[in-house]
């Protein structure tokens, strides 16, 4: 702490307290008692005055002392210096009247006195000097003597009071001035706290923003295994991270600024969208294969399409590539994001599938078909005629070699319904002729297992879209399993109801149910209820997962309520289509 | 239209199958003047013979049935001949790659050799394309 600051600290010279304030009379006061004391030849000529005049300068230094403790009472703080002058005046009776050496002890509270605003403690002050030159006649109760007693009584004064005006003056410009530089440094603080808080504001704003980037940089180092790829409005790339690296062989150096996104695209494949998308042909834009690629992101529309990338290493890949726009704060394109995924490996299972699905398709089927045609023409042989035994040998053989051929038809649909090969041939079509046709196949294989197949069909019209032979082996095979699963004396019984809106078929049998917990597995491929592999059912746990994909195909619903012991309803609801408009 | 019967070329690589379609052929009173086991010899075959109807398995070693098919009709001697593709397949994209090529229509294994003699005989009864 240096000097200046310590005494900033004690002595408060901007607003002077009153031990302050008090403190140049209390030391002058105490000197002149101690000169009095010391020097030989002076003497105190009153004592009691003077021992009045020093319990007047004590009394006041303790009223100093008690105000500037107690800041409540810096309203009558001018006593201070009355009661000063009052002692100062006493004193100068106890030393020798008109004759004291310490007339000029006055002088300190009028200093006083005069630097308080306002020009009246003007009077005051010459006031509060007269009664201190005055004092041995006031004491004394006796009029001054002579002329020059009445001057030092009148004339001091006026010359204090001209002093006590200048002082005052001077002390009021001294405060408007201090008062102006004051306001002048607190401007210049509040200038300096703004630019102290700008700055502040500054570094978190930048602090925030260096987060954001490395939060940024982080999530698009974490995607190694696709390309982010970013570019401006003409294709020049400037994002490039560590997947694009991966996948393309370029080094966010080598891309960055230097080269477009259409050389990283087969050239054919952007000419084949620019057509489909009816450019001109030879059209002169900067990249015309570009502005096809970012064609449906520009419009607001992100798209993934699969395209093919060239790598560096002149060998190509199959990708799935998500393109979006990147726009600036005014919502307007700025450039493009191109997330691509290498969908080889996806590519080729499908392939694998697909070529799995055809060999099983030929493999299987080829044999079936000779099987199941020498029976035909051995059954047909009209000039060797079977017997009934052998017919019947051969009703099993053929029973059975439908069985394979059907199970090969389920797994190749399943196939199907899991890649994208499969497609509904959707015309407009009745469900009722369908729903009967299903109900009169079924009926020799219902009577053979001794189960009653009662029909409730309203002949009403409920017309559809959708695939007639779909929607055919969706209730085939829902009535065989009801009839597969239903006990010999049972019934099952297939009705259905138009709503408004729907055609509601429900299959429901008397059979041995599907306990609670199984339902949700129902339609899994290859499940197989509890109570089915119990009973020794045939089947492998196709049907209902080929219903399910059929039904869903219509846009219907399929549900299933079931109690073990008491039977199994399936609901299939199947949107109708809409006969209104023309009614 | 002449009384004599309609001349048939079977392809198929499976010998059975050859045997069954050949045999819903003479039933439905066709005349079957080949039966070869390859796309390629299918080819020579219907050169040789240039028969009124063709049944060809699609998938055959050679060439396919739908490869004999796009010959066939790039061979203005040749592409008057009905063209019957026998297939195995399911998909609705193959199906339509086999019309696409020319063919007429398709039979579809495995398939009875009553049918199909019986749809010989409605073939035969409504008269093909340029014949």
Request: hydrophobic share 45%.
């Amino acid at each position: 702490m240096s000097v200046r600051e310590l005494l900033n600290k004690f002595i408060l010279v901007d607003t002077p307290t009153p031990l302050l304030k008090q403190a140049p009379t209390t030391i002058a006061f105490l000197g002149a008692v101690a000169i009095v004391l010391s020097v030989p030849g002076l003497d105190f000529t009153d004592r009691t005055a003077a021992i009045g005049g020093i319990w007047g300068v004590i009394v006041a230094t303790v009223l100093a002392a008690v105000f500037t403790w107690q800041p409540a009472f810096a309203r009558v703080a001018l006593l201070i210096p009355c009661v000063d002058l009052l002692a100062i005046g006493f004193f100068r009776v106890g030393t020798g009247g008109s004759l004291s050496l310490f007339a000029s002890l006055i002088i300190l509270p009028v200093i006083w006195i005069a630097v308080t605003p306002q020009r009246r403690y003007i009077i005051l002050a010459a006031v509060g000097t007269s009664i201190a030159l005055m004092m041995p006649f006031i004491l004394s109760g006796t009029l001054p003597q002579g002329p020059s007693d009445w001057i030092r009584g009148i004339f001091t004064p006026i010359v204090f009071a001209i002093a006590a005006g200048i002082v005052n003056e001077m002390s009021r410009q001294g405060r408007v001035q201090v008062a102006a530089i004051r306001a002048l440094a607190e401007e210049r603080d509040v200038m300096l706290r703004g630019a102290v808080d700008y700055t502040n504001r500054l570094r978190d704003n930048e602090e925030r923003l260096q987060a954001a980037d490395r939060l940024t940089r982080s999530v698009l180092d974490a995607v190694t295994e696709q390309s982010v790829i970013g570019t401006d409005v003409t294709g020049l790339i400037d994002v490039w991270n560590p997947g694009a690296e991966r996948m393309l062989g370029y080094t966010a150096g080598d891309a960055q600024g230097k080269r477009y996104m259409h050389e990283f695209h087969l050239i054919e494949e952007l000419l084949l969208l620019s057509k489909e998308l009816n450019y001109p042909p030879g059209e002169t834009v900067l990249n015309p294969g570009f502005s096809a690629l970012v064609e449906s992101a520009r419009l607001g529309r992100p798209e993934v399409r699969q395209w093919t990338y060239l790598r560096s290493d002149g060998s190509s890949i199959s990708v799935d590539v998500a393109v979006t726009r990147r726009v600036d704060e005014t919502q307007r394109t700025v450039g493009y994001i191109f997330v691509a995924t290498d969908v080889t490996q996806a590519l080729e299972v499908s392939r694998l599938k697909d070529e799995f699905v055809g060999l099983i398709s030929h493999e299987l089927r080829t044999p079936l078909s000779s099987i199941l045609g020498y029976l035909e023409l051995m059954r047909d042989d009209e000039d060797q005629p079977l017997s009934d035994e052998q017919l019947q040998y051969l009703g099993v053989a053929e029973r059975n070699a439908h069985r394979l051929l059907r199970l090969v038809g389920d797994l190749l649909f399943t196939a199907q319904v899991g890649s994208s090969s499969f497609t509904l041939d959707a015309t407009d079509i009745e469900v009722s002729p369908v729903l009967r046709a299903s109900i009169e196949s079924a009926g020799p294989n219902a009577a053979a297992a001794g189960v009653t197949l009662i029909t409730s069909i309203p002949d009403v019209a409920s017309p559809i879209s959708g695939d007639a032979v779909r929607l055919g082996q969706a209730c085939d095979n829902l009535i065989s399993n009801a009839i597969k699963f239903t006990p010999r004396g049972g019934t099952v019984t297939v009705s259905s109801i138009n709503t408004d809106d729907q055609v509601i078929i429900t299959i429901k049998d008397t059979g041995m149910g599907i306990p609670t917990d199984e339902l949700d597995q129902l339609f899994a491929r290859f499940f197989r209820a509890s109570t089915a592999t119990r009973a020794a059912v045939p089947g492998v746990g196709l049907g209902l997962s080929i219903t399910k994909a059929i039904v869903t195909a219509h846009r219907g619903e399929l549900d299933v309520e079931s109690e073990v012991e008491v039977g199994t309803s399936f609901i299939v609801r199947l949107p109708l289509k809409t006969t209104k408009k023309l009614a | 239209m002449t009384d004599a019967p309609l001349r048939v070329v079977i392809a198929d690589d499976d010998p059975d199958i050859r045997t069954l379609v050949s045999i819903a052929v003479r039933r439905a009173g066709l005349n079957l003047v080949a039966d070869v086991g390859a796309g390629d010899t299918a080819l020579v075959a219907l050169r040789e013979h240039k028969p009124d109807i063709a049944i060809l398995d699609v998938s055959m070693p050679g060439m396919t049935g739908i490869e004999v098919t796009r010959a066939l009709q790039d061979d203005a001697e040749l592409s008057g001949i009905r063209v019957f593709l026998l297939s195995a397949g399911v998909t609705d994209v193959a199906r339509q790659a086999g019309i696409d090529a020319g063919a007429e229509d398709y039979f579809f294994k495995p398939f009875s050799p009553r049918e199909l003699a019986a749809r010989l005989v409605e073939i035969v009864a409504k008269p093909g394309a340029a014949l």
